[in-house]
């Protein structure tokens, strides 16, 4: 079962209602939090705070950068601010303004927050990730949950996954519907590979 109950958000799309996005069927929310170590998203702490009080699982992502892993990933803690039951997500995809993260860094982002918190954050990428990886599974980031995002009827893997936890299967216009969500309108949705149950117990 496929469950397509998940929008991932930042301060680019405006927020109306928590309630009428909940009552729309949104189980989980994903606001940017943080980019390289220079940025934090305006919208993030006062949205962390809405959306629980309105009932929904909370996650936060980063946007790696070319640098230091290590340094974004304090950076990125330090303003999550995560609560037990918080997602953690790199967000790992080319950066059209400067210099993009590489594979090692990556490692070293998802590799640190592993150590601070007990878990694997999940790993968010495409087609620069497939190509980064050219072929060959990185063990480190494999350990993560996949985030994929692919706007195609059947996404494809990069290797190290047998499967993807998260599917962006649209970006609000392009990938198949539906787009909008009553309350924020047209914005990024992602499915789960699961039922709900399953979805509380990943996310939690």
Known sequence: ???????????????????????????????????????????YAERQTAAKAAGLLWGAYHFGEGGDGVQQAQYFLQHATPGAGDLLVLDYEQNTQGASMTLAEAEQFVSYVQGQTGRWPVLYGGSYLIEQLNGTANATLSSCPLWIAAYDADPALPPGWPSWTL??????????????????????????????????????
Request: glycine letters at 14%; proline letters at 2%; aromatic letters at 12%.
């Open 1 to 43: 079962m496929l469950l397509n109950a998940i929008i991932d958000l930042s301060h680019f799309q405006d927020v109306t209602s928590w309630a009428d996005i909940k009552a729309d069927g949104i189980v989980g929310v994903i606001n940017k939090c943080t980019q390289g170590t220079g940025f934090v998203d305006p919208t």
């Open 167 to 204: 599917w962006q299967y649209t970006d609000g216009q392009h990938g198949s519907g539906p787009y909008s969500v009553n309350g924020v309108g047209t914005c990024d949705r992602d499915q789960f590979n699961g039922d709900l149950a399953q979805l509380q117990q990943f996310w939690g």
